[in-house]
């Protein structure tokens, strides 16, 4: 059904007129332009397309844009407050947890969810949590020490 | 136009200032320029750009060229530009392929920049009155060794002039004055990546472009009878193609597209060639081209009649897919006369020919860019996606984006090919391997020779892993796959010596050891025993650890690993992996420690899940609920060690370890349940069978 639906975006009001059961992952490529949310495989299987909803990491590719109605909408864009990386970005910049980078907005959305509802994770839990999100590189050795440093250095101050 | 993109004109700024050093081909090609390949340019502000046909697939390839030189030069790396995989601006490439960037590339590279230093110095001689033996330089900036406060800078010294040079032979600086190389600077695609600003294919957002999902057939072999597009139609802002063999929709939404083509009624014929994932193997074993002997030394029957009893074994590894995260990604758009394409791919150069010969386009009037690549590993070799694209630009008139889901993604990859070795060995009454005769079919000859002491041996290869080898053998497409050959070759050689080490009553170190004058072999098995403080014992000790060895092009792995069997339900969980590795001058270690991780960690998923189901040319894999790749749940601990060879050129090691992870899960394996196993990958159900066997 053709509806407009509000909602917030990386902490601005956002609108769009859509049939409502349009994806979110291409309502934020196709209609915002947000090319950071990854199409890694349509089907919840990879977590390339990995956003936040409220403080949930949420696969966009299966939601459909009706279920953020008025509800707070994440991309790694609004993860870096005024224009200053987020310690969990840092933490990845500085220990290479990525190569060719795709799946790298999606593990690091993933792990700021881990971080604001765990901000002292064991290592059990980080590797329980980015389980489904996907990584063909191998960068996961690297991923789960970015993780543990960020949650290091926020002090369990998760923002 | 990409903003990210300098024209040629600007790049070579006929009007501009600068010091342009051209350097030869790597491999000249027909039509294009014989003897140059890349530029290197520094310009009046000092920031120096290098434009190479090479792309950055996540290796890390960016920053090393750049540091090489950064090194070269004596300027700051931040102060380096790379420029990749552009056709308009990069001189002609053969690809990047696996390992081979730095290999191949980086002694050019290296080269360009000591000629680009040795002309600025000489300006500098001349500009500070000094003789160039006294001079120094730092950063770009050359003082006199002798009169302190003489200094000028690159920058000034390319002021208002326009030089270039070719390459010639200028002497490289010694690996022991080396200051950037052998660093592990901050990537130089690190920020993109990190705050999702990284582009790829599909991100290209050219005003105006149309999705494009198109019509693919059931099978390989099928061809298509009659598509009734009534339906889709019907839908507003949708465009339907028919053209040839292809049937398109399009639409300004990708999922809107996406709904669209569900709405084609489409009958294809479908031949049923009967082959499937279980047949595949007889039918490579008859079908594959006559084999050629690869290296041969002694004498075959002597050998055999020199042994004990002879061992004969058959090696069997599945089709496996690249399945980078990436599916292939395209965007087009033609602009009077002339098609640009986006396209995440790992041969710019080859993707513009094909792009030309399907539009019936000059390849002058072909720009072929690539943005960053998310995930090759061969793969992305091959670029249907991108002749879709700008044939559908061609037809419709505006710009086209092509991104394949993940079907057909399996469905067109050019998968590592299925493949099968035997091997007949045997030892002698004193424990040492008399013969060995070796044949592989299917996987290619690449590290397929022998490299342990045998006297009488043959190694013999009979098809490769390039698609075009021979028509009809493999149902869909083949071709490189992270290490091509290796991995199928070493999972045969080092699974068969641990038979006859477990024959000879000998610690597989131990027996290797004994089978080895190879110094650089011997040195990595040394360093991974002492690191993973592997204690000696005939298998199987039921520790469940076990060891493999490689040479990747020039590089030596050993890697050894530890795992436990649930009996009852065939699971394997690997604990451990300490892989030691010698190559030659590192130029970023991290950048080395983290390739290897990653290939032990991908190595795990053709090991023990990776392989491709099909049925009469139907691929039966469509996504990862049935194609299971490594996840983070299967990690195990890794340790690495570096060895170094300053005495040799820069090899880069994207995937050296890899190819020893089927052999050292499967060693490891033995040595837990005493189960031997002959088909990659292991999957719970073959471990079960094997047990059964005993
Ligand atoms: S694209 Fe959404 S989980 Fe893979
Ligand atoms: S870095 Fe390439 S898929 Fe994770």
Redo the contacts between chains.
């Keep these: 059904m053709q509806r407009t639906i509000s909602f917030t975006l990386n902490g601005k009001p956002a609108r769009v007129t859509v049939d409502d059961q349009?994806?979110l992952?291409?309502v934020l490529?196709?209609?915002f332009?947000l090319?950071?949310v990854?199409?890694?495989?349509?089907?919840a299987?990879?977590g390339?397309c990995t956003v936040i909803v409220e403080k949930a990491a949420v696969r966009s590719c299966a939601t459909p844009i009706k279920d953020v109605a008025g509800k707070r909408v994440l991309?790694?864009?609004g993860l870096?407050q005024d224009r200053e990386?987020h310690p969990i970005?840092?933490a990845?910049?500085?220990r290479?947890a990525?190569?060719?980078?795709?799946?790298?907005?999606g593990m690091?959305l993933s792990a700021y969810a881990l971080l604001l509802k765990t901000p002292r994770p064991a290592r059990a839990e980080?590797?329980?949590h980015?389980?489904?999100?996907?990584?063909?590189?191998?960068?996961?050795?690297?991923?789960?020490e970015a993780i543990q440093e960020a949650a290091g250095s926020m002090k369990g101050g998760a923002r | 136009m990409s903003p990210e993109n300098p024209t040629r004109r600007e790049v070579l700024g006929l009007a501009g200032s600068g010091l342009f050093v051209i350097f030869p081909a790597q491999t000249p090609r027909p039509g294009y320029p014989a003897d140059f390949n890349a530029y290197l340019r520094i310009d009046a502000d000092g920031r120096v750009t290098c434009l190479v046909g090479k792309v950055e697939l996540g290796q890390g390839s960016k920053t090393a060229l750049a540091q090489l030189l950064a090194e070269e030069l004596d300027v700051a790396l931040e102060s380096v530009d790379m420029v990749m995989g552009d056709t308009d601006v990069c001189p002609w490439d053969g690809g990047t392929h696996g390992s081979l960037s730095i290999r191949q590339f980086g002694p050019v590279l290296r080269g360009a920049a000591a000629e680009a230093r040795a002309v600025l110095l000489e300006l500098a001689a001349e500009r500070l009155g000094a003789p160039v033996g006294r001079l120094q330089v730092k950063a770009g900036v050359v003082t006199d060794s002798q009169a302190a406060g003489q200094r000028v800078t690159y920058a000034q010294l390319v002021q208002g002039k326009r030089i270039e040079r070719h390459l010639e032979k200028t002497p490289l600086k010694a690996v022991a004055g080396y200051t950037v190389v052998g660093q592990s600077p901050r990537r130089k695609d690190a920020l993109d990546k990190v705050t999702g600003r990284a582009k790829y294919a599909g991100d290209m957002a050219v005003p105006g472009t149309l999705h494009a999902r198109i019509l693919r057939p059931p099978a390989h072999g099928a061809t298509l009878k009659d598509a009734d597009t009534t339906a889709a139609e019907k839908v507003a802002g949708v465009r339907v193609v028919k053209d040839g063999d292809m049937v398109a929709v399009l639409h300004e939404r990708r999922d809107v597209a996406d709904q669209v083509l569900d709405l084609i009624k489409a009958r294809f014929d479908r031949p049923r060639p009967g082959q499937d994932d279980k047949t595949i193997f007889d039918h490579l074993l008859k079908a594959a081209p006559e084999g050629r002997v690869v290296d041969q030394s002694g004498d075959i029957v002597q050998g055999a009649q020199a042994s004990e009893n002879l061992v004969e074994k058959t090696y069997l590894n599945s089709y496996v897919a690249h399945a980078a995260m990436e599916t292939h990604s395209a965007t087009a758009m033609i602009e009077g006369g002339k098609v640009t394409v986006w396209v995440g791919t790992q041969s710019p150069f080859g993707v513009q020919q094909q792009v030309a010969q399907a539009l019936g386009f000059t390849p002058q009037n072909v720009r072929v860019v690539t943005p960053y690549v998310g995930g090759g590993f061969g793969g992305k070799s091959a670029a249907r996606q991108a002749i879709e694209a700008a044939r559908l630009a061609k037809l419709t008139g505006k710009p086209v984006q092509v991104v394949w889901d993940r079907a057909e993604e399996f469905f067109y990859d050019t998968f590592r090919p299925a493949a099968v070795v035997t091997i007949v060995s045997g030892l002698t009454r004193a424990g040492k391997i008399s013969v060995w005769d070796y044949k592989v079919y299917c996987a290619g000859d690449r590290e397929c020779k022998q490299f342990y002491d045998i006297p009488h041996q043959r190694t013999v290869s009979a098809g490769g892993w390039s698609g075009a080898s021979t028509p009809g053998l493999h149902p869909f497409g083949i071709g490189p796959w992270r290490a091509p050959s290796v991995n199928t070759n070493t999972f045969a050689r080092e699974s068969h010596i641990d038979i006859l080490a477990n024959k000879a009553g000998v610690d597989p170190v131990e027996f290797r050891l004994g089978h080895l004058s190879d110094k650089r072999v011997r040195r990595v098995l040394e360093a991974a025993a002492k690191q993973f403080d592997w204690k000696p014992a005939p298998t199987p000790s039921r520790r469940g650890v076990g060891v493999a060895c490689a040479i990747y092009l020039g590089t030596y792995v050993a890697t050894m690993a530890e795992v436990t069997v649930d009996k009852s339900t065939g699971r394997v969980e690997v604990k451990r992996v300490v892989c030691a590795q010698d190559q030659d001058v590192t130029v970023s270690p991290d950048g080395s420690r983290q390739q290897m991780e990653s290939s032990i960690t991908m190595g795990l998923g053709y090991a023990l899940t990776e392989e491709v189901r099909f049925k009469d040319g139907e691929v039966l894999e469509r996504n990862f609920d049935t194609y299971r790749i490594p996840r983070f749940s299967w990690l195990p601990k890794i340790e690495t060690v570096l060895i170094e060879n300053p005495e040799t050129p820069a090899s880069g090691c994207g995937e050296p370890p890899i190819v020893t992870m089927g052999a050292v899960v499967a060693n490891a394996i033995f040595d837990a349940v005493g189960a031997r196993m002959f088909q990659l990958p292991m999957t719970p159900a073959r471990i079960l069978e094997a047990l059964k066997r005993g």
């Design positions: 349009r994806t992952l291409w490529r196709g209609d332009g090319t950071s990854k199409f890694g495989c349509g089907a299987l990879c390339a991309t790694i864009e870096s990386l970005q840092d990845f910049l500085k290479h990525f190569q060719c980078g795709f799946c790298t907005p690091i980080i590797i329980r980015m389980d489904d999100n996907l990584c063909r590189c191998g960068s996961h050795v690297r991923i789960v």
